[in-house]
């Protein structure tokens, strides 16, 4: 299988920028953020001493409706947690995503949001680690399909998604701390439970039996968090060239 | 935060005293576009395209719909630009402004109105379905002159878009998928396109392709939509001081031999990925090999 790709900083206008494709759904996913920003007097009452995030979710070829409001939904609340909104120039301020939905295929009204989740997830945050939004942490997120014969399957394309009885969305800080759940369909707790663990070693890499994480170079580059991290080090080192080159 | 911020009084004298010497900012002459990139996504019809640093991907997709009450023989073509907060930090997400208007209108205008894309070629069956297309902007990045930019890639996405072939029979329409027959391009009728001239000092100078700052410095604008021929479909002198008369005569020749180019431009791309396109169809059919699917249920 081949994993995602993604890059940083590709926009001129927007603090920070991020695509992110994934082949196995198809989506790719451009990601824009402005941080921190002034937002007009009526939003920033609700929460001053804060900043207040905001998602704005576009897709391809349709204009925004119930399905986009709800994914924006859930974003907002995953990404508002992990976003220090209290330093030094936030409060007050907005932290404003925009994820755009560049290639792959529409999400069609009334079909399940959450296939696209994981890829608006990263691109959202990657965005953020570019506009150098500080966060309290960084997370990898992952969909598994439950099919009909029970097998659990990874990043089930739109169609396999269709077909599956339960779909879940899993994201994992870099702490291993479940971060957000959302499944969707019918399943037992126990099929949730070995879900939950596939996700955490997809997300995580593979974990030895007594719980470390193993760090070899190639394990890391297999978790989704290793790819995350990866990403944003290639990222710096070419950001800091100049500095490597004068040492 | 809802305004462009503005230039300095020195950003903009320097602009202007530049022009009074015939020189543009990025060393450009007066008639010249920036350099144009266009390339294709996977799908049909989805296009990327870059213009100096302005930036623009548009999705061009069709389905099948009612047609109106009014006209039963014709399709439905819709032009959908909205900004958002990704092309610059003083577009709000969810509201429209004036420049989405304006744009939004020019677009209509040109390629809508002036039927470059034959809505009557989209009827399936009278009164009952017919084809509706639909071409979505999204500007990513904004430096001046987003009507051109959003032009030059609808018509181009349009040329490239194929839909799904529709057949009636039996007073019953049926749809083939993409695999099952060959799809069909759309018709398209002419291709104008807009070319945007900016003034200056009393029009005594005028120049093509704006990038934002040139735009904040500028006095008036003239939108001239004008298709391979030579026929003008739109000529617009919307805001700002007045042009002179001349001007706007020389200034439609020229945008006829920018529109030349551009088209020229838009074909060689389309013509080469066609191309590639049709090599890895090919391969895809003289495949001995059967498909292994990894099997789900």
Redesign the interface.
Known sequence: MFGPIASLSQ?????G?ASYKCPATGYSI?G?V?AP????ARRDALKPEEATV?V?V?P?????GVGERYVEGILRSVLGKIVLGREKGFPRRGV?I?L?I??GE?VERGDSYLTILPALLHAALLAMISASVPLSMTFSATLLGV???G?I?RD?SPT?AK?AVSLHVFAFSSKNHLLLNESEGRFEFDTWELVRERALSICQGVISSDGDVTMDEGTTSASLNGFIRETVEDQVYSDYAYKLDSI | ??KEAQLSIAERDFILEALRENVRLDGRQPDDYRPLNISF???YG?VKLQLG?T?I?V???AEVTKPREDRPFDGLFNI?L?L??????AWE??RTNDIEAYATNTLDRIIRHSNALDTESLCILKGVSCWSI?A?V?I????GNITDAACIAIMAGLQHFRRPDAVVRDGRVIVYGVEQRVPVPLNITHKPLSVTFHTFNDSKHVIVDATLKEEQAAEGDLVIGINSAGDVCYLSKYAGAPADAMAIVNKTNVAWEKVKEINAAVDKVLQADLAKRAKIGMADESRAENDRLVQ??
């Open positions: 926009l001129n206008r927007a603090d920028s451009l824009a402005n920003i002034e937002l007009p905001e704005f576009k391809g070829t349709t204009t925004a404003v925009t755009a560049v290639g529409n099919t009909k014969s097998d399957v089930p396999a077909a | 935060m809802s996504g996977e799908e989805h640093k930036n991907i999705r061009i997709s959908n909205e958002s907060a990704m092309g610059s930090p997400n969810g639909r979505d999204h990513i990045d904004y430096d789900i249920e």
